[in-house]
């Protein structure tokens, strides 16, 4: 008996059970979310049918009775599993359809989406870590341009901003492209646009993180003496570098196709997000339910083939532990950018912390940029300088501590792959208004309710990332001799393994602060999180957001200030120093240190201190072939 436990472990089957558990579970929680958030389910659907009804006691009566919510939640639920069983989601409370074809033709929408956002952002991770691609292959002196800060600002525009411009700008103003409805092919490049440049921007970060370590590692330097081309050299890079980023591709690939929920409603698609949040909002449980188990099974088998295409392009040198380490300790570049970009923002904040957030002046409302007003004013009449400083402190501290606790919880959790793998999975395939609305109805209504929403998905990108660096550093030929010496597991994780991991997934973590900060003010659309007249910087871009068109000033101020935050927290990341030049005993100035690895030249061989060098075969061999 012992025996057969061990090989289902061993083959998967805990895992499995795992998964199922926790899908079981979500899908549990939201066919009880009505009562969970103590709402009066037969309220919600006679609104969601036709909002001049009258919910007299009759009406909610006769609502209950066609539904079934006097036999309780439970009944209901099994009710719906046992139609699932036969291809049966039952029928939307709201509309009367059958649920079934409805979400899977919302579903091929939506994929149809995800596709083309996944082109533009496999065009735009490219034009990031383009730079250190060529600079690397070609072992050139030179860095990474400006370590990464017009990625990080990218990737900080919230992609309803992204959205609204590209409507405003190319779809109404120029004409170029249609901005509304789906009808064809044009009608999907400016929502392809929206969903990949931001996520786009969060790949190729992260894949320029990884390829100077690629750099430095002796296939490299063995290629570049044989004089392999670059293209090669480069080729060869990235396909070290992918198996890295693939489990959070797999991420992406959900949350574009179920979280993309404010560009379909802005750009009118009918797809799997906008009707699942439409189902949420209106308690519609049975497209709720079919819709995020659909989302669910998606997220499975995306993380799944992520996993499986990451082990095929690592080869044998994964199984018989042959890799290196992407790991390469290194000082930071002397960089001034971090302490411009932060004394840029602290200058605004303090000039707004000078002038009134909350005087109303129905004279100046929508008034563009002047010398009074320098970033404009809101619909009110408000200034929105004034709002940005006074909306400061309590922007950061929130967005600093849910990204810290996102950080700990992902990288504590990537350490147990097999625990967090299907827990990952499901907690992707949750929109984040979906998770804030469960965390509510557990948690209750509160001044924290909002960060423990956000917090309750933002780890899941941290964790992926964590276990996929974990699972090749494990491989690793020096964390093989050095286990060979009688290090123990301990020893292997406080000395080696942390090490390599902690600095690019802090970079990750850093990297989506802003996300953090806009997830919390979308939140406060549902009355859990900052609420007028706070000045809190995302409840500033979703309320000025209406007016886009008319005073895009009103919502570029704040988004500018958010992306700025971006810039200052990717950048510092890699330390802060002023870039002093230092000379040599002969007065000439050395070469800077750190940085590139591959601007790094090997040290000169000292036959009596290192002894007899050993011969290497110049046979140049990529990444994951067998030696």
Not at 158 to 168: G, I, K, N, R
Request: aromatic content about 4%; glycine content about 12%; charged content about 15%.
């Amino acid at each position: 008996m012992s025996a057969a436990l061990r090989a289902f472990a061993r083959g998967g089957g805990l895992t499995l059970v795992w998964r199922g558990v926790l899908t079981a579970a979500l899908v549990c929680g939201i066919g009880l979310l009505p009562w969970l958030s103590r709402t009066d389910p037969a309220l919600t659907v006679l609104k969601a049918r036709s909002a001049e009804g009258d919910p007299t006691p009759e009406a909610l009566r006769a609502v209950r009775d066609e539904l079934g919510l006097n036999d309780g939640p439970l009944q209901m639920l099994g009710r719906w599993l046992g139609g699932m069983l036969h291809g049966d989601a039952g029928r939307s409370w709201v509309s009367g359809t059958e649920v079934m074809p409805s979400v899977l033709q919302a579903l091929g929408v939506s994929l149809l989406l995800m596709a083309a956002a996944l082109t533009v952002a496999a065009g735009t991770a490219a034009t990031v870590c383009a730079r250190t691609l060529w600079l690397g292959s070609r072992r050139r002196p030179g860095g990474r341009g400006a370590r990464g800060s017009g990625a990080a600002v990218l990737a900080a525009l919230p992609e309803f901003l992204l959205a609204s411009v590209l409507v405003t700008v190319i779809g109404v103003q120029l004409g170029w492209l249609p901005a509304l409805g789906w009808y064809g092919p044009q009608w999907m490049v400016l929502p392809a646009l929206s969903l990949g440049l931001p996520a786009g921007a969060v790949l190729g970060r992260m894949l320029d993180d990884l390829l100077p370590g690629a750099f430095a590692e002796p296939w490299a330097l063995a290629a570049a003496a044989r004089g392999i081309p670059p293209r090669s050299v480069a080729r060869q890079a990235m396909r070290r570098c992918v198996p890295g980023l693939l489990p959070n591709l797999g991420l992406f690939v959900v949350g574009l196709t179920g979280g993309a929920v404010a560009v379909e409603q802005l750009f009118d698609i009918p797809g799997l997000g906008r009707l699942t949040l439409s189902a949420a909002l209106a308690q519609d449980l049975p497209v709720l339910q079919t819709g995020t188990l659909v989302l669910v099974v998606l997220a499975a088998a995306a993380g799944g083939l992520a996993r499986l295409v990451a082990r095929l392009l690592l080869g044998p040198a994964l199984r018989d532990g042959a890799l290196q380490s992407l790991h390469v300790p290194t000082a930071p570049v002397p960089s001034a950018l971090p302490l411009a970009y932060g004394a840029l923002l602290l200058v605004v904040i303090c000039l707004g912390l000078l002038r009134d957030p909350l005087t109303v002046n129905p004279v100046a409302r929508l008034q563009p940029p002047s010398l009074a007003q320098p970033f404009g004013a809101d619909a009110l009449g408000r200034d929105i300088l004034a709002r940005v400083g006074h909306g400061a402190l309590s922007t950061l501290a929130v967005a600093l501590a849910v990204s810290a606790a996102a950080l700990v919880v992902g990288v504590l959790l990537g350490l147990l792959p097999r625990l967090s793998g299907p827990l990952v999975d499901t907690v992707n395939a949750v929109p984040s208004v979906l998770a804030g609305l469960l965390v509510t109805g557990v948690a209750g209504s509160g001044p924290w309710t909002p960060a423990l929403a956000v917090v309750a998905v933002a780890w899941s990108p941290l964790a992926t990332h964590t276990s996929a660096l974990l699972k090749q550093e494990r491989a690793t030929t020096h964390l093989t001799a050095t286990r060979a010496l009688g290090a123990g597991e301990w020893y292997l994780l406080r000395r080696e393994l942390l090490p390599a991991v902690l600095r690019p997934v802090t970079r990750h973590a850093l990297l989506r602060l802003p996300a953090v900060a806009l997830a919390l003010a979308a939140l406060g659309f549902l009355g859990l999180g900052a609420q007028p007249p706070s000045p809190e910087w995302g409840l500033l871009i979703a309320e000025n957001h209406p007016y886009a068109e008319r005073a895009p000033w009103a919502v570029l101020a704040p988004a500018a200030v958010l992306a700025l935050l971006g810039a200052l927290a990717v950048t510092a990341a890699g330390g802060v120093r002023w870039p002093r030049p230092r000379t040599g005993t002969d007065g000439s100035l050395p070469a800077a240190r750190g940085g590139h690895p591959s601007e790094q030249e090997p040290p000169m061989r000292n036959p009596q201190r290192d002894g007899p060098s050993v011969s290497r075969s110049p046979v140049f061999t990529a990444p994951g072939d067998s030696p």
